[in-house]
C-alpha cells in the first residue's frame, strides 16, 4: 500500500499540485505544499514546483499516508537540487510539519516518545499478512490527541477513541 508522488520543475514560481483526489487540499492546507515550500524557502530553491500526488492510501485512517508524503517530498527535493542533506537533517526539518513526518523520514521500526519526534530505532517486524480494513469514518489524528488521556492504561485510551469514532469526529 504506497501513495505515488511526483515532483517536476517549473518555469513559474511557488508550488502547485494536483492528486486523484477531489476533497484533499492543493493549497498550503496540503503538508506535501507545506514541505516543498519550507525547502524552498530555506534553500532558496531556483524557480517553481509542481507536485501530482496519486493517493491509495486511505486518507484519515491513522496511517501517516499524509506524513509519509510531506516526507516523500523532502527526500526527493533533496535530492532533486542536490543538498546533501543527512536523514536526520531531513528529520529536523520534517518535525515543523507534522509529528509524524520525522518518523516517516527514518523509515523502518521505532518507538516514538513525545509527540512522535524522539524515535528509537527497533528490530523490524517479523514479515506476516496485514489486513487493513478502514471503516466509513474519517478520523484525523490531530482531533485525536488532543482529548487522549496520556496517563491512563491503553485499553482505557482505546475505549475513549473507539467512543469519539463512533460519534463521527
Given at each position: 500500500?504506497?501513495?505515488?508522488?511526483?515532483?517536476?520543475?517549473?518555469?513559474?514560481?511557488?508550488?502547485?499540485?494536483?492528486?486523484?483526489?477531489?476533497?484533499?487540499?492543493?493549497?498550503?492546507?496540503?503538508?506535501c505544499?507545506?514541505?516543498?515550500?519550507?525547502?524552498?524557502?530555506?534553500?532558496?530553491?531556483?524557480?517553481g514546483?509542481?507536485?501530482?500526488?496519486?493517493?491509495?492510501?486511505?486518507?484519515?485512517?491513522?496511517m501517516?499516508?499524509?506524513?509519509?508524503?510531506a516526507?516523500?517530498?523532502?527526500?526527493?527535493?533533496?535530492?532533486?537540487?542536490?543538498?546533501?542533506?543527512?536523514?536526520?537533517?531531513?528529520?529536523?526539518?520534517?518535525?515543523?510539519?507534522?509529528?509524524?513526518?520525522?518518523?516517516?523520514?527514518?523509515?523502518?521500526?521505532?518507538?516514538?516518545?513525545?509527540i512522535?519526534?524522539?524515535?528509537r530505532?527497533l528490530?523490524?517486524?517479523?514479515k506476516?499478512?496485514?489486513?487493513v480494513?478502514?471503516?466509513?469514518?474519517?478520523?484525523?489524528?490531530?482531533?485525536?490527541?488532543?482529548?487522549?488521556?496520556?496517563?491512563?492504561?491503553?485499553?482505557?485510551i482505546?475505549?475513549?477513541?473507539w467512543?469519539?469514532?463512533?460519534?463521527g469526529?
Amino acid at each position: 500500500l504506497f501513495d505515488t508522488l511526483e515532483i517536476t520543475r517549473t518555469s513559474g514560481a511557488g508550488v502547485t499540485m494536483e492528486t486523484n483526489r477531489h476533497f484533499l487540499p492543493v493549497d498550503d492546507n496540503n503538508l506535501c505544499v507545506r514541505a516543498a515550500k519550507l525547502m524552498q524557502e530555506e534553500f532558496d530553491l531556483s524557480g517553481g514546483l509542481h507536485i501530482r500526488l496519486f493517493k491509495r492510501i486511505p486518507v484519515a485512517a491513522g496511517m501517516a499516508g499524509g506524513s509519509s508524503d510531506a516526507a516523500a517530498v523532502l527526500f526527493g527535493l533533496n535530492r532533486m537540487y542536490g543538498l546533501g542533506l543527512t536523514r536526520r537533517e531531513l528529520m529536523r526539518r520534517g518535525v515543523s510539519l507534522g509529528a509524524d513526518v520525522p518518523y516517516c523520514v527514518m523509515r523502518g521500526t521505532a518507538l516514538a516518545e513525545g509527540i512522535g519526534e524522539k524515535l528509537r530505532p527497533l528490530p523490524a517486524m517479523v514479515k506476516c499478512p496485514v489486513l487493513v480494513a478502514k471503516p466509513p469514518i474519517s478520523v484525523s489524528r490531530r482531533s485525536m490527541s488532543g482529548w487522549i488521556p496520556w496517563n491512563s492504561r491503553p485499553t482505557r485510551i482505546w475505549m475513549g477513541c473507539w467512543r469519539h469514532c463512533r460519534r463521527g469526529i
